[in-house]
């Protein structure tokens, strides 16, 4: 996985972002599955899950129940005894994808908009800390860096606010030593880019 991560000082109730999707040709071929996402997690409690709004792109996707090309899918990742997934939505690369995740007392809530389109999701928040946020790049069944799109996922326009309304200016670290040269470039506080390789 390529990410950058934050620790937050408490429960947080929201994370909003846009996605720019890459809007490259052509896409590349293989047989590999690539998400990307913001998300929330709980961290430190046994029930541990990430609220996150995903896009995916796969190539070849055989038997995995999501369509080929890119698509964006509402995710609670992956609790016992709650719904995981949203409805899949096509969508085309170059897309530009509104996300968010919600938290409070009594529910979770994962939503992503694109050309009218939504996928969303509503599970009950079983009193879960979010205090982990991220912004990552997760990938299966790559072989070789040509897999990865060349140009970059980008979230702008972040938001984070703590549960009692507070905004939160996150401090962003990264794990930028991964295969194909990688990386999470931390732009700002609110713009994060996720680039599966710098070269082929």
């Known amino acids: 996985m390529v990410y950058a991560s934050a620790t937050m ?14 809007d490259q040709s052509p896409a590349p071929t293989g047989g590999e599955l ?8 709980n961290d ?9 709004p995903v896009v995916t792109y796969c190539a070849n996707c055989g038997d995995h129940q999501v369509p080929n ?9 992956c609790p016992a005894g709650q719904t995981w997934y949203g ?7 170059g897309a530009s994808i509104d996300a968010l995740v919600t ?20 599970v009950k928040d079983n009193n879960r800390v979010f205090n982990w946020a991220a912004v990552t790049l997760e990938e299966y069944n790559v072989e070789q860096c040509s897999e ?11 938001v984070l606010t703590t549960a009692a309304g507070a905004n939160v200016s996150p401090k962003w670290s990264s794990n930028n030593d991964v295969v194909c040269h990688g990386s999470a470039q931390i732009v700002s506080p609110s713009d994060v880019k996720i ?5 082929s």
Do not use: H, R
């Not at 809530?109 to 999701?121: A, C, G, Q, V």
């Open 9 to 22: 000082p408490g429960t947080m109730g929201k994370f909003s972002g846009k996605y720019a999707v890459p």
């Open 34 to 41: 690539l998400y990307y996402f913001l998300g929330l997690q």
């Open 44 to 52: 430190g409690q046994t029930d541990l899950t990430i609220i996150q």
């Open 69 to 77: 090309g890119w698509s964006m899918m509402a995710t609670n990742c």
């Open 87 to 93: 409805p899949v939505v096509s969508i085309t690369q």
């Open 103 to 122: 938290s409070n007392v009594s529910d979770a809530f994962i939503s992503m908009t694109y050309n009218s389109k939504t996928s969303s999701l509503t």
């Open 148 to 158: 990865y799109t060349s140009s970059p996922f980008e979230v702008s326009n972040m």
């Open 195 to 199: 680039i599966g390789t710098s070269s």
